[in-house]
């Protein structure tokens, strides 16, 4: 139980190593049909269904013989195909890797594949050196993680002062708010005041009238005040400052990493939105119930500026990045 417990460990290690190579082979301008047919083999992979997984390689190789990450997908099915027990199919597939794709960053890993079949004594070293990778990366995780909480403290600390401000705030505010509904209602009451003097005005004017001979001047008459025109205003509406965008378009975003855990996630996206970015967590059903939790940076409806946003991320914080297609 214990050697199949440290295998299982093994295999998801070195999935996570070799995942962060293969998201730097994976084309930015690539289809989001190309990308789901990779994600989707590669979750069969990760949740252990290996003759799923194959299938959906193959199709995409079929589908896709000419991707720049055909290599990367070729790497898969060959691990799909150990998981069969297939070593054979796999020894071949690894082989035309190293055909096709000299230069290909996955040679080293395919070389490792094929030197696995060596003898047990370097299958056990290889286990030891992934899990002395292995605990590097836990001990680099906690103090990355002991780093966010720290920076997280520091915020709530921050937000505690912004809040007592923004109470202050709004209390003078409430007191601004208070004398301008003052004003209005004294307003209001000399508009009324007005409008009663002018009613007694025209009374007047009526009764004076009234009092005068019949027989008036004509120049006189003229000189009557005529009643004021009121000149009449024209609105005119403001334009939409903003126009929604349709619905049936795909949305892009930049995927730094996936995890399986939603904790990882969060303090992930948590240290890049300290860094300035808009980072999020997306949560991912597959077709099987399995659930993966992606951090994503930024939205766009256009490919494009999500692809120089990754170009922009890829060359200031020196990480592989790819486009995630909602």
């Given at each position: 139980m214990g050697k199949g417990v440290c295998k299982n460990k093994i295999e998801v290690i070195i999935v996570t190593l070799l995942s962060v190579l293969?998201?730097?082979?994976?084309?930015?301008?690539?289809?989001?049909?190309?990308?789901?047919?990779?994600?989707?083999?590669?979750?069969?992979?990760?949740?252990?269904?290996?003759?799923?997984?194959a299938e959906t390689f193959k199709m995409s190789i079929k589908e896709f013989p000419d991707s720049f990450a055909k290599d990367a997908v070729m790497f898969w099915l060959g691990k799909s195909l150990i998981q069969l027990k297939s070593f054979e199919d796999a020894r071949k597939v690894f082989s035309e890797i190293k055909q096709q794709f000299p230069e290909s960053p996955f040679i080293q890993h395919v070389d490792r594949e094929l030197e696995k079949k060596g003898g047990n004594e370097a299958e056990a070293n290889?286990?030891?050196?992934?899990?002395?990778?292995?605990?590097?990366?836990?001990?680099?995780?906690?103090?990355?993680l002991a780093g966010a909480e720290e920076k997280a403290r520091l915020i709530e600390v921050d937000l505690s002062k912004a809040i007592e401000e923004r109470d202050k705030l709004k209390s003078v505010?409430?007191?601004?708010?208070?004398?301008?509904?003052?004003?209005?209602?004294?307003?209001?009451?000399?508009?009324?005041?007005?409008?009663?003097?002018?009613?007694?005005?025209?009374?007047?004017?009526?009764?004076?009238?009234k009092k005068q001979p019949e027989r008036i001047e004509s120049s006189q008459e003229q000189q009557k005040p005529q009643p004021a025109v009121k000149e009449s205003k024209t609105v005119t509406p403001l334009p939409h400052a903003f126009e929604a965008k349709p619905d049936g378009k795909s949305i892009y975003s930049v995927q730094v990493s996936?995890?399986?855990?939603?904790?990882?996630?969060?303090?992930?996206?948590?240290?890049f939105k300290k860094a300035g970015y808009d980072a999020f967590t997306y949560k991912s059903t597959t077709k099987d119930k399995g659930i993966l939790y992606r951090v994503l940076i930024s939205r766009f409806i256009n490919m494009k500026e999500a692809a120089e946003l990754a170009n922009s991320i890829r060359a200031k914080e020196k990480i592989d990045v790819v486009i995630f297609c909602e």
């Open positions: 293969l998201l730097t082979i994976l084309d930015t301008y690539a289809s989001c049909r190309e990308f789901e047919l990779f994600d989707q083999g590669y979750e069969y992979y990760l949740s252990y269904q290996p003759e799923k997984a290889k286990i030891k050196a992934d899990v002395g990778d292995a605990v590097k990366i836990k001990d680099n995780l906690e103090a990355r505010l409430e007191e601004e708010k208070k004398k301008t509904e003052e004003t209005r209602a004294r307003l209001t009451e000399l508009e009324k005041r007005e409008k009663e003097l002018k009613t007694l005005l025209a009374k007047f004017e009526e009764q004076q009238i996936v995890f399986k855990n939603e904790a990882n996630a969060v303090a992930l996206a948590k240290e």
